[in-house]
């Protein structure tokens, strides 16, 4: 699944509660200057690789140029082979950590994600295991392979948020329909002892236990495009994604030129084979290379057409909100494997070998600012409960994925009537045309009240946009309630975020007593008695025009007061429950409007 950041609902619960004291004051909207801020406002990771074991002298540490444009560029950083085995694991009981330390130390002070690359690949390993494979058994492979990730992941736990376990294991030549793999010391010379694809869901698997939270990706070359080693790919995903097997992402290198491979189209209809299974892509390995004389110069005509090239590959990332990783390999001409692996050819990245932005710089941060955010019906979600469906007037809805906003979060903003405004720095969202109240934004993530307007339709078209920006609009069922209970640790479940009588959040160790009453805050009841107003801060004195009931441990709690919660935004739902005599311990609550029960597993602690 791409995991949403959840805890949206804690966040426009302490948002909506302190509404009207909230006032961010936000001058002049700062268009991107760097590649870092133009990523920032998609929500999207622009990465580059970075070496210091292959360059002598290192670069990171004598070269000031390479050291800032990397730190002020990019977001993510991945060791181009500082992290590989023949690199990190130079004799059998020998680890070399001082060279992927030394990077993962400079992204940390530089505020940077760490891709790790790569666990396991057939090239690139150091002579001793190449050796010892020529003599040893499956089980004595095994145990180094195991041995391998368990260290080497364990060192960087928490350090590297995303790794490429296994990297290049597909063959170029497919036949038949299952999974053709590459010759390897994992696979099958000798290999571990695992046939198919099993040696790779077991790296999988022990990177998995030697970190818990590190998202796990297969990396690889020529699946930039549909064809026969894409499709065997696919085949192993399915596998893997039906038997739950730890896998996050698809790492896509592209490395390309500027004569047209991928095509737009093949490039798209992959991102969205592999985000149609929950996972997500990285582009991990980007440069666009040219033709280059012998000093390395390249005509400006290849210039324009290599930054036409990166546009164009950004753009089909930036329509997929699958894509979460922009990355290139290298990010100055001076490093840069291209000249050596490809004669003839170079000036394959963004910065020249002065470290001077090339035309695909300007053409990339253009791009961030001018692809059509993507709305999709299944990313708008009950702000409480995150379920998708319809929605109900006055309900606080959250939105994933509309990859364009401001690259930090921005909190309510009250227009001269006091009430929330439509255009939070930039952020509008469109019910029918209607612009409603914005409770936060942030690239990815974007908090609304549903306009009361919708009452009475059956369905609302609606649509995203930033700076003018606009997305492609979404048609959503309207339904005459949608309840969510606010939870108190911002999951949709668990402890809700519910008052005791003297205003105390009612947790385990501050019960509620039987037969006591609480404030339960929620959103989703539909239309109030007497009118509410978009934005405005609730009256108090409207009730629900549907008849709430609630139920604690399955038995009906009476309910004293059910309406707009007094002095909160117009939309926040507060209703007063008295809790069933006889019950002890967190019981399971359910708020029904009309006829419409809110999510479960949201408790009341009772004592
Ligand atoms: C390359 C590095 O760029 C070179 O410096 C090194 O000599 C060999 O490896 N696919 C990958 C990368 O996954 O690890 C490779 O990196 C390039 C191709």
Not at 64 to 73: E, P
């Amino acid at each position: 699944m791409l995991t949403p950041r959840r805890g949206s609902g804690q966040l426009i619960y302490n948002l909506a509660m302190r509404h009207h004291f909230i006032l961010l004051l936000f001058c002049s909207l700062i268009s991107a200057q760097t590649l870092r801020q133009a990523g920032a406002q998609r929500a999207l990771l622009m990465g580059a690789a970075a070496d210091s074991s292959e360059q002598s002298p290192d670069p990171l540490v004598t070269d000031a140029m390479y050291a800032s444009t990397l730190g002020t560029q990019y977001s993510m950083l991945e060791p181009e082979n500082n992290m590989k085995w023949a690199t990190i694991h130079p004799a059998q009981n020998t680890y070399n950590f001082g060279p992927g330390d030394e990077l993962v130390t400079f992204a940390q002070a530089h505020g940077m994600n760490v891709r790790g690359h790569n666990l396991c690949w057939q090239v690139y390993n150091p002579t001793w295991i190449n050796t010892y494979a020529t003599t040893a058994t499956p089980a004595q492979m095994s145990t180094q392979f195991q041995n391998h990730i368990n260290t080497v992941v364990s060192h960087y736990a928490g350090k590297v948020f995303a790794w490429d376990v296994v990297n290049e294991a597909i063959s170029d030549s497919q036949t038949g329909t299952g999974v053709v793999l590459k010759d390897s010391i994992w696979y099958d010379q000798p290999g571990i002892g695992l046939t198919g694809t099993g040696y790779i869901e077991q790296a999988f698997r022990w990177a998995r236990a030697a970190d818990p939270n590190a998202l796990l990706f297969y990396n690889d070359y020529n699946i930039e495009a549909p064809g026969a080693k894409f499709t065997a790919l696919l085949v192993m995903l399915k596998d893997f994604v039906a038997r739950g097997v730890p896998i996050a992402g698809v790492g896509i290198q592209m490395h390309i030129d500027t004569t047209g491979y991928p095509s737009s189209s093949g490039f798209a209809q992959n991102i969205q084979a592999i985000a149609a299974l929950g996972l997500q892509v990285h582009i991990t390995e980007m440069d666009v290379r040219i033709p280059v004389n012998s000093a390395g110069v390249a005509a400006a005509s290849d210039l324009a057409a290599q930054a036409a090239t990166y546009s164009r590959i950004l753009t089909v990332c930036l329509q997929n909100p699958g894509c979460t990783a922009f990355q290139t390999w290298g990010f100055t001409d001076k490093h840069s494997w291209i000249p050596s692996s490809y004669p003839g050819y170079g000036a394959a990245l963004p910065f020249d070998l002065n470290y001077q932005p090339k035309p695909a710089v300007a053409s990339m941060i253009n791009t961030t600012q001018t692809v059509a955010p993507v709305l999709s019906a299944s990313n708008i979600v009950n702000a409480a409960s995150y379920a998708a469906g319809a929605v109900a007037p006055g309900e606080l809805i959250t939105i994933f994925g509309a990859n364009l906003g401001p690259a930090a979060l921005v909190g309510t903003t009250l227009d001269s009537n006091g009430n929330v405004s439509s255009n939070l720095s930039g952020t509008q969202v469109f019910f029918d045309g209607l612009a409603a109240p914005v409770i936060y934004s942030l690239a990815g993530q974007v908090s609304v009240v549903v306009p009361y307007e919708v009452a009475g339709k059956s369905q609302t078209v609606v649509q995203y946009s930033y700076n003018g920006v606009l997305s492609n609009t979404v048609t959503v069922p309207v339904t005459q309630a949608a309840p969510g209970i606010f939870s108190a640790n911002a999951s949709g479940t668990g402890p809700g975020a519910i008052l005791n009588l003297n205003y105390t959040v009612n947790s385990a160790s501050n019960p509620v007593a039987a037969g006591g009453v609480v404030v339960v805050f929620a959103t989703g009841g539909g239309t109030v008695q007497g009118g509410a107003k978009d934005g405005a801060p609730a009256p108090g004195t409207a009730n629900q025009s549907l008849p709430v009931t609630a139920t604690i441990g399955g038995q009906t709690a009476t309910v004293s007061y059910a309406g707009l919660a007094p002095g909160l935004v117009d939309g926040v739902m507060q209703v007063n429950l008295t809790v069933p005599t006889g019950l002890t311990g967190a019981q399971p609550l359910v708020v029904t409007v009309g006829t419409v029960g809110s999510q479960s597993g949201i408790t009341v602690a009772v004592k």
